[in-house]
């Protein structure tokens, strides 16, 4: 994606809203809702499709043009008929999306579906490009907001839709959203017998549609409109991925929802919470205390990870943060748990090209802004005028830091999990129905068909995950008593380091400020050193000289802790594969063969969310959607080419190219 999203410009001169940009109205001035039902949800029979759906079935639904959101609300109006029968998967693509100031005016003209907007207002997504994926666990559903143009979205998209709305502005008006490529993915993305339904009868879209494999049909229209389209996909469903054979994932719907997580810090806490909200029965067993390692530090910074605007739709870290803050804000904050305070970025050399303010410009000013020196100032507190700070400096106001032991104990006490502390797994094995975990004299622990290994470094001790490339990286952190002068700091600053303001999670931590952390890889001990302290301090003192100077660093405190991290910092995520099988079906790779290779063979029902590292609290909650999707057979919460970006299996096959296996 190359443009900048801009937000849709609208006309609210005749007391409804329309597209400046288009020209044209966002629903029938007859009755929008009726409109939807009569074009969108009778034009795929979606009544009687929503009546038959077994409990723990899902539905697919693909839209292109979100709009208002209309469609949404009057969906969900529908499905509540049958106290959300099963789970809709609603994935809707916008390029122009609405201010959520408009949003809230839109939808006020429909009274009737107050409980949907609402909590859909709460949710919506800041105006960045890329994919957004809101859980609404209380109507059993997911929406997939998508802010991108249709020919760039829909090609990136990892889903099989059951049903699609067709529902841009009128060809006439905008024709870049009616186009054979469209169509094309359309099918790509459809199961065999796939609906679909637009309010158009043009016939452009009708002969397009056809030759793209959809048989297509007159209706009658509605309103002053006299005919509409709609129809099914009459071709055969695509089995290819968009993704290399070795980085092919599996669709495997499981019956029997049950699952063992091995891990309950932030990554296993998260997994375990994204399938106990879709009513799976999760087990996760821990070797030590929840939040015991390094997920267990008093204060978690969470703030955006910035990408350019060209890279958005592709970059996980962007979007995992966006998630989590979106996440921390609607779920975390009623707990005391997330402390909004703000985070301010100094420019340490490791990162003076995103003081260009590149990435910055391109983002909603609540969300990123470069501010000066005095700015910066007012906003921390403390005199940052003196600091290396020179004339810029990024502000984040929806960053802040999170009590972070206190979220991952939250997470699992949602009453689908239970957790067993002081259980160390020694082994996992497959067996008939499943896989079991063992204790170290082979006895079972606990069976399930699915298993997670979020356990962090310790996953290289069992077989099937020994060949990951995991990396252990200690780190310290210091905790210093609060000065006159430092508490004054109203926000996290960083740059190398980072500093809190004063905490207040309740614990033994009240009143000191939280410095970090430390960065040594490969050293797995976890004693208390000196030289770490003062590499933290010296961090402040070169962020903030005059606050350092009123701290006293003979009183401090410590925490130390192993982060596990990958050869390219990005997680394992994903489905674990027999390494002799894969040398054996890819060994061609390794001079450059272009083969008619199989898919992946992975074991059945074993994956893994590992390797987090520095980021698990601004990353884990998005990853653990994508892992809950993949699990569940649902439309993947990110594009194609991030699902490729985290395949465990990424390193195994790159050595093997290398010639190294």
Not at 310 to 316: G, W
Not at 547 to 569: E, K, V
Request: with cysteine; proline share 6%.
């Amino acid at each position: 994606m190359t443009e900048t999203l801009r937000p849709a410009r609208l006309d609210w001169s005749q007391g409804q809203p329309a597209s400046s940009e288009f020209g044209d109205i966002y629903f029938s001035r007859d009755g929008g809702d009726a409109e939807t039902r009569h074009v969108f949800l009778a034009g795929n029979q979606l009544l009687q499709r929503f009546a038959a759906l077994a409990p723990e079935a899902s539905f697919t639904l693909i839209e292109t043009g979100f709009g208002t959101g209309l469609n949404w609300l009057c969906t969900q109006a529908l499905r509540s008929e049958y106290d959300h029968r099963g789970w809709l998967h609603y994935v809707s693509i916008e390029k122009h999306p609405l201010e959520l100031a408009d949003l809230k005016q839109a939808q006020d003209c429909w009274p009737a579906f107050a409980e949907f907007s609402q909590a859909l207002q709460v949710q919506y997504p800041a105006l960045v490009p890329g994919f957004h994926r809101l859980v609404f666990p209380q109507w059993q559903s997911t929406l997939t907001l998508v802010f991108a143009d249709v020919q760039d979205a829909l090609p990136r998209l990892s889903a099989k839709a059951d049903a699609w709305f067709l529902d841009g502005f009128a060809p006439s008006r905008n024709p870049a959203m009616w186009t054979p490529e469209l169509y094309a993915q359309m099918a790509r993305l459809s199961r065999t017998g796939s609906s679909f339904a637009t309010f158009t009868a043009a016939g452009d879209v009708r002969r397009g549609l056809a030759a793209a494999g959809f048989s297509v049909r007159k209706a009658a229209g509605f309103g002053k409109k006299r005919e509409m389209l709609c129809g099914e996909f009459a071709g055969a469903a695509s089995e290819k991925s968009g993704s290399k054979p070795w980085l092919v994932r599996p669709q495997t719907a499981h019956e029997k929802r049950h699952a063992i997580v091995i891990g309950a810090g932030i990554s296993g806490a998260s997994t375990a919470h994204a399938l106990a909200k879709r009513g799976w029965q999760v087990n996760v067993l821990e070797a030590g205390t929840i939040a015991g390692a390094a997920s267990g530090n008093p204060a978690a910074v969470v703030s955006l990870a910035t990408a350019p605007q060209d890279e958005a739709l592709d970059h996980f870290p962007h979007q995992a943060s966006l998630y989590a803050l979106r996440q921390l804000a609607t779920e975390a904050t009623s707990k005391k748990l997330w402390h909004a305070c703000g985070v301010l970025e100094l420019p340490a050399e490791n990162r003076r090209k995103d003081f260009a303010g590149n990435s910055s410009k391109e983002l909603p000013e609540n969300l990123s802004q470069i501010v000066d020196a005095q700015q910066a100032s007012d906003l921390c507190g403390i005199d940052a005028k003196n600091t290396a700070i020179k004339d810029k400096a990024i502000w984040q106001s929806q960053s802040g830091w999170l009590d972070a032991a206190g979220w991952c104990r939250e997470l699992l006490a949602h009453p689908g999990i239970n957790v067993q502390q002081n259980c160390k797994v020694h082994g996992v094995r497959h067996v008939q129905g499943g896989w079991q975990a063992v204790d170290e004299n082979g006895e079972m622990i606990a069976e399930a068909p699915v298993l997670v290994i979020a356990n962090s470094q310790a996953a290289k001790y069992f077989p099937q995950t020994a060949h990951l490339p995991l990396r252990s990286v200690r780190g310290q952190i210091s905790l210093l008593p609060a000065s006159s002068t430092s508490q004054t700091l109203k926000t996290v600053v960083c740059a190398r380091g980072y500093i809190t303001p004063i905490l207040a999670n309740g614990g033994l931590t009240n009143g000191q400020h939280c410095l970090g952390a430390s960065f040594v890889p490969d050293d797995e001990s976890l004693d208390i050193r000196e030289s770490e302290h003062e590499e933290n301090f010296a961090q402040l003192r070169d962020m903030l000289p005059a606050l350092a100077g009123t701290l006293s660093p003979n009183t401090w405190q410590g925490r130390s802790s192993l982060r596990c991290q990958s050869p390219d910092y990005l997680p394992l995520l994903g489905p674990v594969a027999s390494t002799e099988k894969m040398a054996a079906d890819y060994i061609g790779l390794k001079d450059g063969k272009r083969l008619d290779y199989p898919p992946l063979a992975t074991l059945p029902g074993l994956y893994v969310h590992l390797a987090q590292g520095s980021h698990g609290f601004s990353q884990a909650g998005l990853a653990a959607e994508i892992l809950a999707s993949e699990i569940c057979a649902e439309p993947a919460p990110v594009s194609q080419k991030t699902l490729d970006s985290l395949h465990p299996s990424r390193f195994f096959i790159r050595e093997l190219r290398r010639g190294k296996i």
